[in-house]
């Protein structure tokens, strides 16, 4: 508890948060999250509203989705208007059957022909998109996504990012792995 009261407590206020800040406060946030509910009702209430205050600072600062830890920066003189947020959809068989049934065929049927791709399954799936105000938009440049590796997958060998097109592409994103954050960079997004 004494460990997360002075990381939180090091952090700058929101009003004085930065992009270069997200690490800090993501390893603040890290801490917290694995106490467990007596330890966390310790840590001071003021600590606790301001790490909430600051991610959602940052959320916005960087175009950060928090419930799936994807963060969006501009790369290569690539910006994002204040307003532009990022959403990032989670399909699944609850929320979509007909797109994951979609993703899952296009990437067995691309297997097929991919070295890169071969013996390769759909995981998880998304649909990343960048608004501003109630329109989609897309980058006008080059951006480096950064997907946190779900728990259950820390494991596994072989993990990628791979790129669907609506008419079935399937595309490896090339993506870095750093062991717990898949990084890859691209110019517009899809599922």
């Known amino acids: 508890v004494d460990k997360v009261n002075k990381a939180i407590d090091s952090l700058p206020s929101p009003s004085n948060v930065k992009k270069s800040d997200l690490e800090s406060v ?33 959320s916005k600062l960087l175009l950060q989705d928090n419930p799936t830890g994807i963060t969006v920066t501009g790369i290569d003189g690539t910006v994002f208007d204040e307003d532009a947020y990022l959403v990032v959809d989670p399909i699944n068989d609850e929320t979509n059957t007909e797109k994951i049934t979609f993703a899952k065929d296009s990437v067995k049927e691309a297997s097929k022909n991919n070295e890169l791709l071969e013996g390769k399954e759909l995981l998880t799936l998304y649909d990343i998109s960048i608004f501003k105000g109630k329109v989609k938009i897309q980058p006008n440049g080059k951006v480096q996504v950064k997907v946190e590796i779900p728990e259950d997958y820390l494991n596994k060998e072989g993990l990628d990012i791979i790129y669907i097109s609506d008419d079935g592409e399937v595309v490896s994103m090339n993506a870095k792995s750093d062991g717990k954050y898949l990084t890859f960079i691209t110019d517009h997004f899809s599922m």
């Open 26 to 58: 993501n390893n603040a946030y890290r801490l917290y999250s694995n106490l467990n509910k007596e330890q966390k009702s310790l840590v001071k209430d003021t600590l606790v509203n301001k790490l909430e205050e600051l991610r959602d600072k940052l």
